[in-house]
């Protein structure tokens, strides 16, 4: 052995513990926080704790929206088909089919109700793999009630900031447009866990308890709500919308058909699949996103701009002969009322006497008039997918047909809210509390005010009123032509005349080409101090007066005359 | 003589070293258990000083004379799992005597050693003749593949790691050096083609740069060539894919690969002085495998960090430096190479499992020495320390 071969031996030597001495310094100083952190990662497995989701109240307190517990039955492992078809029988529950194709865990039934859960969990032993998971459910307790203003939620579809997957989320209504009060901060929990996922203990120090939801409260009143949607059972397309004159605020609103909320997502889909399958779009809400021409109804608002344009007075007659002649066109009343004054053209409705003000109004005039008293506008609700509805202007006929290309016939249609006309319930709602208040135009809400579980107030609905550009004369004649509407002895409306409140309505209705007419009714009440605006469509219901009336007349004596104290009815 | 009186009979450094690692090679395995193999642990420490005090003072010239009885003795042992056992995977690395269970091939190791320094070191050996390579060669192979068969390739690549590192010691010429080695690097080297390629064309580079003859080039590159495309058809699954799942860990992410990324994590999560005796996370939650044996060095990593790394690495750079001095100062050429042996033995089973630990190697079953914790292994560690202990006595008797 000579010299050089030692030296070789010691440099091998040598470099070999340079070498894992450099890797050690690059593992453990260089690299050192991220191989922690993946140490951590590791050992600890976070776990969400979902916030429970806010509850919702009607304006006295009453709950309407809450949370419970669900019991899911679970299968872990797939190799136990015979149990599951013995389970089938025992329990007398329908349960997903099991097939090769699923995966596990594989939810067998959802909700199976506390007496299922309890005998599973009972005879645990006897059925291996299989498992009850509890979740936390929305609740509703009044199931189809008022399911528009509820609106539904779901499983958000994609991860966004603030949730996490499976999280649930509004989807339509108050739900959807309040879903950042009501949904609450999910907490967080760390586990340690070994390498096979099991726990090992909870790190309580860095535990985050969930943040509930805040709590709604809706200007609904539930007893009215339930009221009217008694008095519309019969029908099974509708929309009603019920409005405190006063602020603005919506004490009830109908949309049929309608749809159980607790149901939208029950497993198998087949409630879903109804409810998208039905020609009615029941998930629709028709007192804010479905147009309707007004009929009648709107009378109100071409007297208004008529009286205001100084066209007519209340003085001015015109003669009904069962119709009016334009051009070679003859555009028929729907009775001869002889001569007419204004205020019997509305009690008694007639068709003529618009036509004739209609002409002399012109499109644009009557157009231009309905915009600035709220219709073809949103109204600002605050509940997802309103619609404006439309007016149609000279532009939109020119845009439509062709500049000069319609007939000046339209003002004569639109003066009796036919044609293209579209207005949605809730914007009849807010014009005839606008009428029955005075003159103020609000904002409809359904939230009155949101508090946390601490309670306190985070937000207040509430509505500036603007004014009709209308004088207080002609308001109060409209009034006054409305109370005549339901009690004169001719008046259209007179089915709903009521011997405990003064009501004052307007009739309406809507020519549908594809069927039987929409019965359209408006009214307020009681006359003198109104506190409640209401406007009722009935699709293919017929006539205004006969069907709508009478409706809205039981409506508002259930609920204003129970609040008068009037018991006897 | 007065110099040997100086140095005194004992290397103290190497005692130091040793029971050091000892102690702290203890203090892993407690923490690895959770202090549930430390008893058995203190038993074979105790029975590896009893083989050292063995090795220290059994007269030298007797190693010499009984060798190739030993190296008999060892590959009869080598022999005994391959004819009762199985085909079972990794049993048969092991002798089940019912009432203690060891591993031949860590015994082999000595039997190896010892003849083979007995041969090499012989008047008759001529390093630069072919000739006298053949038997040291016929003595390797025969524990080599039995070992190799057993299977357990890390034990054999210690054996070639033995082999040549004795003929380098002797002066045997590079050329033939070559012709053992690099037909191994090209076997191992194969299993990833653009790694095989570099290989070959870095071989082809370096022996033209060594200016070596044409038929010298010709038949190593030959050799190469022959091996590296054979190897795919002779190598089993399993090491397949543990070569592979180094090459590519990712892949396998529960498979041996997962095993070198937890000891990753676990190591480079300690930093600079641990997470604390007790407190790794990683091996309290059973996140890496065989912690007290082939994984030992990842809990000295996560618990005392880099200083404690760099404690252990610094022992073991002790102990392997001392072994090669002494074989520099040796009394004769056989206990020179002994002794160069047991510093080879120490290094080669160091940075394998170091090195794996660290990523820097495929997984490989093998101790790390004096702190994994394995009754053969420490028995057999210790006793190469005695010989060392030994061979330094001696190192002035004529």
């Known amino acids: 052995m000579s010299q050089s071969t030692l030296r070789l031996f010691k440099t091998i030597v040598g470099l070999c513990f340079v070498a894992l001495s450099i890797r050690l310094f690059q593992l453990q100083f260089v690299e050192g926080t991220k191989w922690f952190r993946l140490s951590e990662e590791n050992r600890v497995k976070l776990l969400y704790i979902r916030a429970p989701r806010g509850r919702m109240f009607d304006r006295n307190g009453c709950l309407l929206v809450n949370n419970r517990s669900s019991y899911s039955l679970v299968l872990d492992e797939t190799s136990n088909h015979g149990l599951v078809e013995n389970l089938k029988e025992e329990l007398d529950i329908p349960l997903r089919t099991v097939d090769s194709t699923i995966s596990c865990p594989f939810t067998l039934a959802r909700d199976i109700g506390i007496q299922v859960a309890s005998y599973i969990e009972e005879h645990n032993h006897e059925l291996p793999g299989l498992s009850v998971e509890t979740r936390v459910v929305r609740n509703y307790p009044y199931g189809t009630v008022a399911s528009h203003v509820f609106g539904y939620i779901g499983e958000i579809s994609k991860l966004k900031r603030g949730y996490t997957l499976g999280d649930q989320t509004g989807l339509t209504g108050t739900e959807n447009q309040y879903e950042s009060y009501l949904k609450g901060e999910n907490g967080t929990e760390y586990l340690e866990v070994d390498a096979k996922g099991r726990a090992i203990r909870k790190l309580e120090e860095r535990t985050e308890a969930a943040v509930p939801g805040n709590d709604v409260y809706l200007t609904l009143d539930m007893e009215l709500q339930s009221i009217m949607e008694s008095e519309l059972a019969q029908y099974e397309v509708c929309a009603a919308v019920a409005m405190d004159p006063r602020d603005g605020s919506i004490l009830a609103m109908v949309s049929k058909p309608n749809f159980d909320p607790n149901q939208v997502f029950m497993t198998p889909a087949e409630y879903w699949r109804k409810l998208t399958d039905s020609p009615h779009s029941p998930l629709w809400n028709r007192a804010i996103s479905s147009g309707y021409p007004p009929g009648s109804v709107f009378k109100l608002v071409v007297v208004a701009i008529g009286l205001e344009g100084g066209v007519v007075n209340r003085r001015t007659t015109m003669h009904c002969g069962g119709g009016y002649q334009l051009g070679n066109r003859f555009f028929k009343c729907w009775d001869v009322h002889g001569k007419v004054d204004l205020r019997e053209a509305i009690v008694q409705s007639c068709d003529s006497y618009l036509y004739q003000l209609g002409e002399r109004l012109g499109v644009q005039r009557i157009a231009e008039g309905a915009l600035k008293l709220g219709f073809g506008s949103l109204t600002g609700i605050d509940l997802p997918n309103e619609k404006p509805g439309l007016i149609p202007t000279t532009e939109w006929y020119d845009s439509k047909y062709g500049k000069g290309n319609w007939s000046r016939g339209v003002a004569l249609n639109l003066s009796v809210g036919q044609g293209e006309i579209l207005v949605t319930p809730v914007q009849l709602a807010r014009f005839i509390s606008a009428l029955a208040n005075g003159g103020i135009l609000y904002r409809p809400f359904v939230v009155r005010e949101i508090v946390d579980r601490d309670g306190r107030r985070l937000y207040r609905g509430e509505s500036k009123g603007e004014r009709l550009p209308l004088s207080n004369q002609t308001i109060q004649t409209l009034r006054e032509f409305m109370l005549g509407v339901v009690n004169d002895e001719l008046g259209t409306g007179i089915r709903g005349r009521s011997e405990f409140v003064q009501i004052g309505g307007k009739t309406g209705t809507a020519q549908n080409p594809t069927g039987e007419d929409h019965a359209v009714f408006c009214c307020f009440a009681p006359f003198d101090k109104p506190r409640i605006a209401m406007a009722i469509i009935i699709e293919r219901g017929g006539h205004g007066g006969p069907v709508a009336a009478p409706i809205a007349r039981r409506v508002i004596e259930r609920y204003v005359c129970k609040k008068e104290g009037v018991q006897d009815l | ?398």
């Open chain 2, 1 to 398: 003589m007065q110099e040997g009186r100086r140095a005194g009979p004992l290397d103290l450094w190497v005692v130091a070293a040793l029971i050091l690692l000892l102690v702290f090679g203890s203090l892993i395995v407690y923490s690895a258990t959770e202090g549930e193999y430390v008893k058995r642990h203190g038993a074979y420490i105790l029975l590896g000083g009893l083989a050292l005090l063995f090795a220290y003072t059994f007269h030298f010239r007797n190693f010499w004379a009984l060798s190739y009885f030993i190296w008999l003795g060892s590959v009869a042992l080598l022999t005994i799992p391959l004819l009762t056992h199985s085909q079972e995977v990794f049993a048969r690395r092991w002798v089940d005597l019912g009432f203690i269970r060891f591993q031949p091939s860590e015994f082999a190791k000595i039997g190896l050693i010892l003849a083979l320094a007995r041969n090499i070191s012989a008047k008759q050996f001529d390093p630069r003749k072919l000739k006298s390579l053949i038997a040291p060669i016929g003595i390797f192979l025969l524990p080599f593949g039995l070992t190799v068969v057993e299977p357990d390739l890390t034990t054999a690549l210690v054996f070639c790691v033995i082999l040549v590192g004795m003929f380098i010691w002797r002066g045997v010429s590079l050329f033939y050096i070559l012709i053992l080695v690099t037909p191994v690097l090209s076997v191992v080297l194969s299993f990833h083609h653009v790694f095989w390629g570099i290989y070959m064309a870095l071989l082809l580079v370096g022996l033209l740069v060594l200016r070596r003859s044409g038929f010298q080039i010709f038949s190593l590159f030959a050799m190469n060539s022959i091996v590296g495309v054979l190897n795919p058809i002779l190598l089993k699954d399993y090491q397949r894919s543990r070569i592979a799942s180094f090459v590519n860990p990712s892949g396998d992410p529960r498979g041996s690969g997962w095993s070198i990324f937890q000891s990753k994590i676990a190591i480079g999560s300690g930093g600079i002085l641990g997470k604390g005796f007790m407190m790794g996370t990683q091996k309290k939650l059973a996140f890496l495998p065989a912690v007290h044996t082939d994984l030992a060095f990842s809990v000295v990593g996560e618990e005392f960090g880099f200083i404690g790394c760099v404690v252990i690495l610094g022992l073991l750079f002790v102990l392997i430096l001392r072994a090669i001095t002494i074989a520099s100062c040796a009394r004769n050429m056989f206990g020179s190479l002994v002794a160069l042996s047991a510093g080879l033995v120490l290094l080669s089973q160091t940075v394998i499992n170091v090195g794996m630990n660290l990523g820097l190697v495929p997984v490989a079953g093998i101790p790390l020495p004096f702190v994994s914790y394995g009754g053969s292994s420490l028995l057999v560690s210790m006793a190469l320390v005695g010989l060392l202990l030994n061979i330094h006595r001696r190192r002035f008797d004529y």
